[in-house]
């Protein structure tokens, strides 16, 4: 599996320590995923693939320490990965918002077994801003589309001086998101060809403003 992973990586070193959380946390999830809902069922058996490995390559993009927003956490992708990443480190933090109560218990229990760099706050993305004023990083995956995400990321991000740059995984069908959503958005933009799916991006934003009319 350390060879899998430093591959997907595309060389970026992973601790046995932190391969061995990532183990706990596999081990954990599919204990829970038999009881609640965390990802499409259909995807279990290629977790490693489609979901940790997916999420991994979001700290590759940007694995100084700094402060992490990930939004609507679910089953911990990319928040928690992204958490026991910055473990290695020893500084830096996620906090993963997650309204739906069964999810928040597992993120906890995943964040507290493998000594993860982050916390779980169970509210809605609309009451993240009053809880969470400021972050370096914000994440989301699988979620909403583009527009809504940038809408959620507003609050962050379109404050004067802000320096937040958001990170986005998306499918095949990402331009029509962008193309919708600089409609009502400035913003930069670097796509990130996926190392998990030919198909797919990571979307990184950054100098967000609201259109005026």
Not at 55 to 71: G, V
């Amino acid at each position: 599996m350390q060879t899998s992973l430093n591959r997907a990586l595309n060389g970026l070193r992973v601790s046995r320590e932190t391969v061995e959380k990532l183990e706990h946390f596999a081990s954990l999830f599919q204990k829970w995923a038999r009881s609640i809902n965390l990802v499409a069922p259909s995807t279990l058996d290629d977790l490693w693939r489609r979901h940790i490995l997916d999420s991994i390559q979001l700290f590759q993009l940007s694995p100084a320490p700094k402060t992490w927003l990930d939004l609507g956490s679910g089953g911990g992708f990319p928040g928690v990965i992204t958490a026991i990443c910055l473990s290695e480190t020893e500084s830096g933090w996620v906090h993963l918002v997650e309204s739906n109560n069964k999810k928040a218990a597992f993120l906890r229990v995943a964040l507290r077994e493998t000594a993860a760099r982050g916390t779980v706050h169970p509210i809605r993305i609309e009451e993240a801003p009053a809880e969470i004023p400021t972050c370096d990083a914000i994440s989301a995956r699988a979620l909403s589309d583009l527009s809504q995400l940038l809408e959620y990321c507003a609050p962050w991000m379109t404050v004067e001086a802000s320096r937040t740059i958001a990170f986005f995984h998306k499918g095949r069908d990402y331009q029509l998101e962008i193309d919708k959503a600089v409609s009502r958005f400035q913003f930069d933009l670097v796509k990130h060809a996926s190392v998990v799916e030919p198909d797919s991006v990571v979307l990184e934003v950054a100098n967000l403003s609201r259109r005026t009319k």
